[in-house]
């Protein structure tokens, strides 16, 4: 069993990239890793504070005129290892997808057929619009390439994954739709 959970590992890596602060961490997170890992600054401070306890990053403090003291985590060599060894570890289980409008769906018998097609028309406008975020992502890495090194191409891979998925389930809801309009496919 591991010592540290995904989240110490999600911080880890995130470290590998010019973000250093607890603030560039989460805006990091919200700008990336949002769409399909969720942080909390609640889960962030105490995740830095472990890494450092344990040797995995330095703290590195620095005075600013008239504001707090800015704190910035440095990875140290054992915390590169401490990510290495755990990205080349075996996936341990898939992920189970927790989703309101399957589950609205699976009991949709208890509502009325248009109902449960304005859920399902709903839901297909929040994809399209998801998709649209995703493609305006995929530009902004594709001109900031150089920014970060290598990671570009695994930030692209990630985000090729949820365009699939998401216009995977878009076109689910147009057959679904479909399905409960009585139209043949």
């Given at each position: 069993m591991s010592?540290?959970?995904?989240t110490t590992y999600a911080i880890l890596g995130i470290l590998t990239t010019s973000c250093r602060s607890g603030y560039a961490i989460k805006q990091f997170i919200d700008q990336s890793l949002n769409h399909f890992w969720k942080i909390s600054y609640g889960q962030i401070y105490p995740t830095l504070k472990l890494i450092t306890e344990e040797g995995l990053a330095e703290l590195e403090t620095h005075q600013q005129p008239g504001k707090p003291d800015r704190h910035d985590y440095i990875l140290t060599d054992k915390g590169r290892d401490v990510l290495k060894a755990w990205l080349e570890q075996p996936i341990v289980q898939i992920p189970v997808e927790r989703n309101e409008v399957l589950l609205k769906l699976f009991f949709g018998n208890h509502q009325s057929q248009s109902q449960t097609v304005k859920l399902l028309q709903s839901y297909k406008e929040i994809l399209e619009s998801r998709y649209e975020v995703f493609e305006s992502i995929e530009q902004f890495i594709q001109v900031d390439k150089e920014?970060?090194?290598?990671?570009a191409t695994y930030w692209l891979l990630t985000l090729d994954y949820g365009k699939r998925t998401t216009q995977a389930a878009i076109e689910w809801c147009e057959a679904s739709m479909q399905k409960m309009n009585g139209e043949e496919q």
């Open positions: 010592k540290y959970n995904d920014g970060e090194g290598s990671g």
